[in-house]
């Protein structure tokens, strides 16, 4: 497929949180082509072990945005293996079988302020430390025979270390 010398709409690529599939970090496509992997020269930068250096292309030519796999890790859209997918609109997809989730967006339907990160706020809950127990849990730790002998092997390396 060649590259359309048009210039190529704008895309956004988000980066889905695996938990609750919320976007954790997003990327500027202008294109006509960006690549998507560990490598620091990729224009989509992913940092997680199950990615290639460079996994994906996205790619503009003939008036249509792909998805293109180049890794052997895979790239799955909608669970199955795909070695190139058209870009539809809201496309999700996955870099491997363990790899992280990823979304495109068309750039016209974001607002232009939308914020990179967006985490609902979650309900902390306070812990309560019973102090005597700690103490006394401690206690019981240094008092016995293997942290003795813990204590006696590492002052038996500082000495011979200093030697």
């Avoid at 709409?9 to 690549?35: E, K, M």
């Avoid at 930068?45 to 503009?60: G, K, T, W």
């Avoid at 939308?114 to 609902?120: A, C, D, N, R």
């Amino acid at each position: 497929m060649d590259l359309d010398p048009q210039p190529s709409p704008t895309l956004i690529v988000q980066l889905l949180d695996r938990a609750r599939g919320v976007p954790v970090q997003s990327w500027h496509v202008t294109g006509p082509v960006a690549r998507i992997g560990r490598a620091r020269e990729c224009e989509i930068p992913v940092a997680d072990p199950y990615v290639s250096r460079q996994h994906a292309e996205l790619r503009f030519g003939e008036g249509t945005w792909l998805l293109v796999c180049l890794s052997q890790r895979g790239v799955l859209v909608g669970g199955a293996p795909v070695m190139i997918a058209r870009v539809t609109e809201n496309l999700q997809f996955k870099l491997g079988q363990a790899g992280p989730e990823l979304r495109v967006v068309p750039a016209a339907e974001l607002p232009a302020d939308l914020p990179t990160m967006s985490l609902p706020s979650l309900p902390v809950q306070r812990i309560e430390i019973d102090e005597a127990l700690k103490t006394k849990e401690v206690a019981a730790i240094a008092e016995s025979d293997s942290f003795r002998a813990l204590l006696d092997k590492a002052r038996q390396l500082r000495k011979d270390r200093s030697d």
